[in-house]
């Protein structure tokens, strides 16, 4: 093994010297390939542009160029890759088991984001969205694919998805694209981007009706706004007292799933607030255990406006995670918020802490913790980060 470590060294030496922008290359290609894959699979456009097999392809494609980045030219010893290897094969196993394999392509980019700049990742991860999106909206309006309009129950307000597969997929990726341009601008908005960013919000929630994603848009506005302020208080906070709040969050929504009843009134507001959320996690709970290393749990939502009598989902990221991928891979989450509260404060860039701590709180509410055509936050881990925070 060492020989074959020795060896790997002097030829990513070679290759290194010779391409110096290699693993950028390598990286920045596969990432763009991959998120396309994600965010095409949250539109219309699925068996019109692109088939279920050629999302595999898309996905394992770039999966596969990234490990050969981790093995043949990062930095890493022979313990590091027998973790990561590790690591993989749990989350395949868990993967074949949820028959869901997000968290398993997810941990070859959080792993292979070593060495990269995160402002190139940020700007990838816009780009194609920004692409998708549009391109979903033009199909959508020529009538090319189905465009999705749906009402509440409780409202006659049309939702629009305008060729997203439900509107509140379209809101939340305008909410996490909103958080990342914000980050790439250290939090430090011009007056018209924050014109631009109040419009967008207004837009987004006349065309989707969406109320959380509203919320979260008008609140990742006032901490831009009032980010200094935030920045001296969140000074005081250790990364062992952020992570301590997060967790006790993320059991506060599983709790209160499980012990849901129309009875306890509290809890009925909430469940009626959140479209029915916690009545779902409650049959959850009912109808599985927990299992160590995850289950496949039947769902059926309303995604691409399919009419449906039988509706079931799960829309907690926790729950989610605990229900359908385990308590090994729901741990690990744990780990994985601790270490990242610590790497941010390490390094002082509390408007990374401020983007983590909102993505942290709609997870709670919603499905996409591990996309990562939504959360980029989880990419920060090994990439290169600004070393000192502007203020």
């Known amino acids: 093994m060492e020989e074959l ?17 290699l693993r950028t290359w390598i990286y920045l290609g596969a990432l763009s390939i991959y998120l396309l894959a994600m965010a095409l699979k949250g539109t219309m456009l699925v068996n ?21 980045k981790i093995v043949f030219l990062d930095e890493h010893d022979l313990k590091d890759l027998a973790i990561f290897f590790l690591l993989e094969v749990v989350l395949f196993a868990v993967g074949t088991s949820a028959d869901e394999f997000l968290i398993f392509y997810f941990l070859f980019f959080i792993v292979g984001a070593q060495g990269i700049n995160i402002d190139q990742i940020l700007k990838v991860f816009l780009s194609v969205n920004l692409f998708v999106i549009g391109l979903a909206f033009v199909f959508s309006s020529l009538g090319s694919v189905k465009s999705v309009i749906v009402t509440r129950s409780d409202s006659p307000a049309l939702r629009f998805a305008l060729g997203a597969v439900y509107p509140t997929d379209l809101a939340s990726r305008v909410f996490f694209m909103m958080m990342a341009y914000a980050v790439l ?12 960013y109040v419009a967008l919000t207004l837009l ?40 301590l709040l997060s967790t006790l969050y993320i059991f506060v929504i599983i709790l209160s799933g499980y012990f849901y009843s129309p009875q306890f009134g509290l809890l009925a507001k909430i469940n009626n607030f959140l ?24 769902q059926n939502g309303f995604g691409g406006g399919f009419k449906i009598l039988d509706y079931f989902y799960l829309d907690s990221s926790y729950v989610r995670t605990l ?12 780990v994985l918020i601790y270490v990242l509260f610590v790497r941010f404060k390490k390094v002082e860039l509390n408007y990374w802490i401020i983007c983590f701590l909102l993505v942290i ?31």
């Open 361 to 391: 709180l709609t997870s709670g509410i919603d499905q996409h913790l591990w996309n990562i055509s939504y959360n980029f936050i989880f990419l920060a881990l090994f990439a290169k980060l600004p070393q000192k925070q502007a203020i």
């Open 275 to 298: 479209s029915g959320r916690l009545f779902y996690e409650h049959v959850a709970f009912e109808n599985y255990n927990v299992p160590i290393l995850g289950q496949f749990i039947y």
């Open 185 to 196: 601008k250290r939090f430090k908005l011009t007056v018209a981007e924050y014109i631009s």
């Open 48 to 68: 019109f542009l692109i088939t279920q097999r050629g999302i595999f392809y898309l996905s394992a494609l770039p999966a596969f160029l990234v490990l050969l």
């Open 204 to 243: 987004i929630y006349v065309v989707t009706d969406t109320r959380i994603d509203l919320m979260l848009m008008l609140l990742l506005i006032g901490c831009i706004f009032f980010y200094e302020r935030l920045n001296v208080f969140l000074k005081k906070l250790s990364a062992q007292a952020l992570s």
């Open 323 to 334: 229900m359908m991928h385990g308590l090994v891979v729901f741990s690990l989450l744990l």
């Open 5 to 21: 470590m020795t060896v790997r060294n002097k030829y990513k030496a070679k290759l290194t010297t010779r391409f110096p922008e």
